[in-house]
């Protein structure tokens, strides 16, 4: 009875869940819209309006109509997150009574509310963390709104800076002082931790230098008259007035090189003030000033170095309580002991834009000196306030950029270590010879003094070092070049522009020479016919260390072929001896193998008892250089024979003249020597990426066969010999297989019953006789590394 009642309940759910659903988004995005408002999420909501809010303290920092609008909106949310959550009760509490009448007729009231109760909670709880969610993503996008904002301000700063900038330098060069200072020093206000400021008030240092030294030019032109008779002053007075007007400037300059710190120029021009006039005492007391402040500098510069001293020396004993690290060396090279730093190389290759016109010399070498961060030092000849200089380049590296400024004025310049000078090309033609010191890093090796270069597969031998400076470099008739082995260097004496091409050349060509170690292990292979073993040898390709376990083509079976003892024409080394089918193993040898592949070789090899290694040796050579390794026995036989008279008294008369007692005997000169065995010729040349080498490989196998009789008891040796000339490329640490040097040995054996088997006609059905043949494989594997210069395997 109860369940026929409860069918009105359930259709009225029904037929109003769609407006539920629509309520509750409706909910949701109330509460969303809320979310827009919470600035502080963390501040409880105000709980005076006795609803729940859905979010914590949406309408906190709010005054006016927005509070007022806010909490309208709050308390229609709360209103509708109630009725939502009372109406899903209801759903839930039909749904509950429900069930229980199917099972019994006694409902549980109790846990119905309990369950109810939950329910809306959960409910409620799932709005507000909408709510929330939908705050944070608008919080999220205001952060990323404020940090674009900031970028953009920056920018415009940047702009704004580098526009003050260029007009200030423009304001300066066309000689507008006053108008350039007032315009850079706006730059301050815009960002005072810019580096640029830094520029700029450099600059404003030296218009107010030019403008004051223009005013007292101008002071100096202007005829001073008398106050009483109204005559021009004399000649005298006007040399005075304009002396006095150059030691101020001077002056001037000397407190501004003061003030950045250049003690030595600020001494030098005090100490022309000075000369001129001892009793100037603001000069006396700059220049006290001045050597104070070096006193200081030198000081601090000193405490400095003493707590730099205590504090290497503390780490030096810590260091050496710590277990050292295995560290790989590498390929780093060394600094270089010629030619500029590298700090001042990298600024030369800096880009930089002029656009001068008609503009002194002497701003325009301040302002790339300035610019760049570099010295420049004109020579004292050129004129640098009256020359002018027009020029337009764009993006182009520093030294391009100096090179193109001489060029348009005929001047030359030359790059020393620290610094560019610039001056004429006569000054430069007519500089004295000087001496210099070149120390190689290697010292003189054969590697130094015989450099080797590769160029498309072909070796090309150059000359040493020496003959090579001497034919490319100029050498003007006072010019010397000596060779020191004992320091390894080279003592040069030229012009300067000489010295520096050879500082550029020696650069090149001093390099550390790489290092290959080559491993090679001879082993001799014994098979056979009983054993129906045998060895193809066949090295045209190279096909990798695989295990075939079907009968599909592969890179080392082709089609139609099943068994495994087989690889494709032309390629590999076949093993059947190691080929072990019903244990799995069926593997086949490359004729360049990585190092896991040799091992796995090596010790099939091993496993055979058929194998036997004669020799391992291993050697370290220079790039492009052979290295040779023997395994040979030395073998001496004469290669001239001469006629002697030999005489002996065989009767015992004191005479020779009984037959028989004088006779001739050839006897051997000229004992030669040969080495009889393997020899082996490899020479690495190892490629730009230090990755992969050429090997150019020359092996040899000779042996002693016989003797020949060439009549009057002369008899010579005769060799049997086997060599071959190749080039094969490889990675490093891979492995080269030669092979292809058998040599076959016949034996026979007779087997037979004692006396049967020596009677005619019927010995053969006693005996039996077999003939073997044993064929030796001579395997030689080359393997071959790239180490660093202090011997450590890359």
């Known amino acids: 009875?109860?369940?026929?009642?409860?069918?009105?309940?359930?259709?009225?759910?029904?037929?109003?869940?769609?407006?539920?659903?629509?309520?509750?988004?409706?909910?949701?995005?109330?509460?969303?819209?809320?979310?827009?408002?919470?600035?502080?999420?963390?501040v409880p909501a105000d709980s005076s309006s006795g609803s729940t809010p859905l979010t914590s303290s949406p309408c906190a920092g709010?005054?006016?109509d927005e509070a007022k609008r806010c909490q309208r909106l709050q308390a229609q949310a709360n209103a509708l997150a109630e009725a939502l959550i009372r109406e899903k009760q209801t759903s839930v509490l039909l749904r509950t009574e429900g069930a229980q009448h199917e099972v019994s007729e006694r409902p549980s009231t109790g846990s119905t509310s309990l369950t109810t109760g939950a329910l809306g909670t959960s409910q409620h709880r799932h709005a507000a963390e909408l709510a929330e969610q939908f705050a944070r993503q608008k919080a999220r996008e205001r952060v990323e709104q404020s940090r674009e904002a900031q970028r953009q301000i920056q920018l415009a700063r940047e702009r704004?800076?580098?526009?003050?900038?260029?007009?200030?330098?423009?304001?300066?060069q066309q000689g507008r002082y006053a108008e350039a200072i007032l315009v850079l020093q706006q730059m301050a206000l815009v960002d005072p931790s810019h580096a640029l400021v830094k520029s700029a008030d450099r600059l404003i240092t030296r218009a107010e230098l030019k403008r004051y030294e223009e005013q007292a030019r101008a002071v100096a032109r202007a005829p001073v008259v008398k106050p009483e008779g109204g005559a021009v002053v004399s000649q005298l007075e006007q040399l005075l007035v304009e002396k006095r007007i150059e030691l101020e400037t001077a002056m001037k300059y000397a407190k501004a090189a003061m003030h950045e710190r250049q003690y030595d120029t600020a001494t030098k021009l005090l100490t022309k003030i000075l000369v001129q006039d001892p009793s100037d005492r603001d000069a006396q007391r700059l220049m006290e000033q001045v050597e104070e402040a070096k006193l200081t500098e030198e000081k601090d510069r000193l405490e400095r170095r003493i707590v730099m001293d205590e504090r290497q020396m503390i780490h030096d004993v810590i260091k050496a309580q710590v277990v050292p690290e295995a560290k790989t060396v590498g390929f780093v090279p060394p600094p270089?002991?010629?030619?500029?730093?590298?700090?001042?190389?990298?600024?030369l290759q800096q880009p930089i834009s002029l656009d001068f016109s008609e503009v002194a010399l002497g701003d325009v070498v301040d302002f790339v000196a300035d610019g760049a961060g570099i010295s420049i030092i004109p020579s004292p000849q050129l004129d640098l306030k009256n020359q002018l200089v027009s020029i337009k380049v764009k993006?182009?590296?520093?030294?391009?950029?100096?090179?193109?400024?001489?060029?348009?004025l005929s001047l030359s310049y030359r790059i020393e270590q620290d610094a560019v000078l610039l001056a004429t090309k006569e000054e430069f033609?007519?500089?004295?010879?000087?001496?210099?010191?070149?120390?190689?890093?290697?010292?003189?090796?054969?590697?130094?003094?015989?450099?080797?270069?590769?160029?498309?597969?072909?070796?090309?031998?150059?000359?040493?070092?020496?003959?090579?400076?001497?034919?490319?470099?100029?050498?003007?008739?006072?010019?010397?070049?000596?060779?020191?082995?004992?320091?390894g260097a080279l003592i040069a004496t030229n012009t300067g522009d000489n010295l520096q091409l050879t500082e550029r050349l020696l650069s090149q060509l001093d390099v550390t020479p790489v290092q290959v170690l080559i491993e090679a292990r001879v082993m001799e292979l014994t098979v056979t016919d009983l054993e129906h073993l045998g060895l193809e040898t066949?090295?045209?390709?190279?096909?990798?260390?695989?295990?075939?376990?079907?009968?599909?083509?592969?890179?080392?079976?082709?089609?139609?072929?099943?068994?495994?003892?087989?690889?494709?024409?032309?390629?590999?080394?076949?093993?059947?001896?190691?080929?072990?089918?019903?244990?799995?193993?069926?593997?086949?040898?490359?004729?360049?193998?990585?190092?896991?592949?040799?091992e796995t070789v090596l010790h099939l090899l091993e496993e055979t008892k058929k194998s036997k290694t004669l020799s391992a040796p291993r050697v370290t050579t220079l790039n492009n250089k052979a290295a040779t390794i023997k395994v040979v026995d030395e073998f001496r036989y004469p290669t001239r024979y001469e006629v002697s008279l030999v005489q002996f008294d065989t009767n015992g008369d004191g005479d020779f003249d009984?037959?028989?007692?004088?006779?001739?005997?050839?006897?051997?000169?000229?004992?030669q020597k040969r080495d009889v065995g393997i020899l082996l010729n490899v020479t690495p040349s190892v490629g730009r990426d230090l990755k992969m080498m050429t090997l150019v490989l020359a092996p040899e196998v000779s042996s002693f066969s016989q003797f020949r009789d060439l009549g009057g008891g002369v008899t010579v040796p005769e060799f049997t010999s086997s060599q071959v000339t190749t080039s094969v490329v490889i990675n490093d640490g891979e492995t080269v297989v030669l092979g292809g040097l058998m040599k076959d040995t016949v034996s026979s054996t007779l087997t037979k019953v004692p006396f049967f088997g020596d009677l005619p006609l019927l010995g053969p059905l006693f005996r039996q006789q077999n003939e073997t043949v044993t064929r030796k494989n001579l395997i030689i594997f080359i393997t071959a590394r790239i180490i660093g210069p202090r011997g450590s395997v890359t």
Not at 658 to 671: H, K, L, M, R, S
């Open 538 to 598: 066949v090295l045209t390709d190279g096909y990798d260390l695989t295990k075939r376990t079907d009968t599909r083509p592969n890179q080392a079976t082709p089609a139609g072929r099943t068994s495994g003892h087989q690889i494709a024409s032309g390629g590999g080394f076949k093993f059947p001896a190691l080929s072990r089918e019903d244990e799995g193993v069926n593997l086949t040898l490359q004729g360049v193998m990585t190092a896991a592949n040799f």
């Open 1 to 42: 009875m109860s369940r026929y009642r409860l069918q009105p309940w359930v259709s009225v759910r029904h037929t109003t869940s769609a407006d539920a659903r629509r309520r509750f988004v409706t909910g949701v995005l109330l509460a969303s819209a809320l979310a827009t408002w919470s600035f502080a999420p963390g």
């Open 62 to 64: 709010l005054t006016g």
């Open 336 to 347: 270089s002991p010629y030619g500029t730093s590298e700090q001042f190389s990298a600024k």
């Open 160 to 172: 704004q800076l580098k526009e003050l900038y260029h007009r200030g330098l423009a304001l300066y």
């Open 395 to 408: 993006d182009l590296p520093l030294e391009q950029a100096i090179k193109y400024l001489a060029k348009s």
């Open 658 to 671: 009984d037959a028989g007692e004088t006779e001739f005997v050839n006897v051997p000169q000229d004992i």
């Open 429 to 487: 033609e007519n500089q004295a010879m000087e001496t210099r010191v070149f120390f190689l890093r290697s010292g003189f090796s054969p590697a130094t003094l015989e450099v080797s270069a590769v160029e498309q597969g072909s070796l090309i031998q150059m000359e040493s070092i020496k003959d090579l400076i001497t034919q490319t470099i100029p050498q003007p008739p006072d010019s010397k070049l000596v060779v020191d082995d004992r320091l």
